[in-house]
């Protein structure tokens, strides 16, 4: 591997920049988020209930959040207005964002129940979760919010300890308006707990994917038309630790693919100091000896340029259609991967490394259809890198990766229409 000074100071200094934007984590710190996950339990919210109707979606063991999370972005495409909030009965949960709310679901007891729906008063509600809390839902029945159910493939035959109250088992799921399921066995267990028979619909199960990322149809057009038909991978979030393998690779295969081009987004383009990132890492390239062009200076690949620097987080989608194969940072070291289903979802075949903690279902169903290909050092990559360079084998695994986003397209669509449609109902009425 060829290596540079320039590189060197570089990745040195977004090392000191990252530590210098640490905050310094208070001894207390660990008691006060306890205090809140334990008020939350007791049905204490905390956080102020937002203005406007309030989509409550009930996902149960965290790990399996990710389908009902692209169903909350994809309502919310709809319905600019709609709030959303989450609630686990996992030990822990994921951090809220600016489009969704998350807490802690409450014990199933009449006091936190009530003090949980007083503060968040929900429009409507959808649950995931197998552990269906008969006080939960039967507070939230009682003050008419419409409740939904999609199975999110993790519901065992019955509820445990349901087997101890078998009248309460069987009518509990009574009280849902739809229920959604994904084989004939299946609904018959949620029938004998008390789903309604004519509103049991069998379909599929509610499934990790994404819809396609956007993008400029007339920018992709143009750059297409500018790289001619050459050959196009994409390094994708790549963090320090994974830049010199993806450096290496890509040098070790222009000397067989001279057009090649790699398209690369760095880590630190979502990085609060991103602007800066991209020309510091242009020079540190061009020391090695890269023809570059940096797209946050309006610089266009040339036929020439070797490494296209595209510093600019919100043009994933331009970028997964122009590459034929796609490698996703953060997976190399212990970071935790990024979403497979972005390029799944765009004809980009996978290529990734074995840390994506943060995404294991989403890679484990992409690998067990043939559709990613895991490396573990480098020399792994440029073998990867090589063999998906051909035609034939990156389209196969493509495709294999578009059916696995995809699998779960009809249930998401059920249930948007299912809500979008109840909240029309509440408009109207």
Sequence with gaps: MANSLSLKLYLATRARSRRAARKPVAPQDGAETARVLAGERNGEASAPRPKGPLLWIHTGQDSHALAARELAHRLRSERSELNILFTTTAEKRRDGTRDALSQLAPDDASPPVRRFLDHWQPTLSLWTEPDVRPALVAQTNKRNIPMFFVDAHTAPSEPHGWRFWPSLSGSILSDFRNVITGDRVKAGSLRRLGADPARTEVIGYLEEGTAALPCNQAERDSLAEELEGRPVWLAVRTADDELEPVLDAHRQALRRTHRLLLILVPEETDHPDGPDAGPELQA??????????????????????????????????????????????????????????????????????????????????????????????????????????????????????????????????????????????????
Excluded at 362 to 381: D, F, H, I, K
Excluded at 396 to 412: D, L, N, Q, R, Y
Excluded at 419 to 426: F, G, I, K, N, Y
Aim: net charge negative.
């Design 284 to 429: 540190a390239l061009q020391d090695q000896g890269f023809m570059t062009a940096l797209r946050s200076a309006g610089e266009e690949p040339e036929p020439e340029t070797q490494i296209y620097i595209a510093d600019s987080i919100e043009e994933l989608g331009l970028w997964y259609r122009l590459a034929a194969v796609s490698f996703l940072g953060q997976s190399l070291e212990a970071s935790g991967g990024v979403n497979p289903f972005e390029p799944a979802a765009l004809g980009s075949a996978i290529i990734h490394g074995p840390n994506v903690r943060n995404y294991r279902r989403a890679y484990g169903r992409l690998a067990s259809a043939g559709a990613t290909r895991m490396v573990r050092n480098p020399e792994q990559l440029y073998d990867a890198l090589e063999d998906l360079l051909s035609p034939d084998v990156a389209a196969t695994m493509a495709h294999e990766a578009w059916k696995v986003c995809t699998s779960g397209a009809e249930v998401t669509d059920r249930a948007m229409d299912l809500v979008l449609s109840e909240l029309d109902a509440l408009e109207d009425g």
